[in-house]
């Protein structure tokens, strides 16, 4: 399938083998790990499970996805992270509805699946539920969640020209693309809890609150019209 993987990483060493050994080559025309400049074995452990790495100096998890988004050859991005949270065996379901059924972005909700125990703090669970509850409200966008975990086409992504390159960078991809009345459709996926230390964003305060920022503010700002076009 002409798709291609990117997973954005800093210092992933301990969940990217579980990750990458799980996925299915045979769905996937490439994989790319976008390093942000781990210390660890992160590089080194994306190269030797065949995985082509982009190097992205540049800090904020949205430039780290776009970097990934300009290296892709496929027709098809799929965006997971690698902490081992998000089940590659449901990129298959994020891919089906592009592919039988002409959507232009799949989005894998969490809250529609199974959540292990643990996997989400209270505070995430609670960011995501208002965020979703904004976008329906204001966007008129029936969706659940706002996982990173979600596949679309390249080229419209590439058209859409998202600017924000921090942790609201998934939530402007929605915003513009619904602004741009794309076709827009989730499936449940699975999510378990991260292998390896902390989250960067859900498990420190300051990430948590940084993130809450720039999703809502995000979200409000394309409501309002502000660079939608």
Request: with cysteine; aromatic share 6%.
């Amino acid at each position: 399938m002409n798709a291609s993987l990117v997973i954005p990483a800093l210092n992933e060493e301990d969940s990217l083998p579980h990750v990458l050994d799980a996925i299915d080559r045979d769905l996937l025309l490439e994989v790319i790990l976008v390093d942000g400049g781990s210390q660890d074995r992160t590089v080194e452990i994306a190269e030797e499970h065949g995985a082509r790495v982009v190097h992205e100096s540049r800090s904020g998890y949205g430039r780290a996805c776009a970097a990934g988004l300009a290296q892709a050859r496929g027709e098809i991005v799929v965006f997971m992270d690698a902490d081992g949270a998000d089940d590659p065996r449901k990129i298959p379901d994020l891919l089906a509805p592009i592919t039988q059924s002409g959507a232009d972005m799949v989005l894998g909700s969490r809250l529609a699946g199974n959540i292990a125990p643990g996997a989400m703090p209270w505070h995430q669970e609670f960011g995501n539920r208002l965020s979703a509850g904004l976008f329906r409200l204001l966007y008129g966008l029936s969706i659940t969640d706002l996982s990173p975990f979600r596949a679309a086409i390249r080229s419209k992504l590439l058209a859409l020209d998202m600017r924000e390159m921090t942790y609201g960078w998934p939530t402007e991809m929605i915003a513009r693309a619904a602004r741009r009345g794309w076709s827009i459709v989730e499936v449940p996926v699975d999510y378990n809890p991260r292998i390896g230390g902390k989250s960067k964003i859900s498990g420190t305060l300051r990430g948590t609150i940084l993130a809450t920022y720039f999703i809502i503010s995000t979200i409000l700002k394309y409501a309002l019209g502000e660079n939608a076009q």
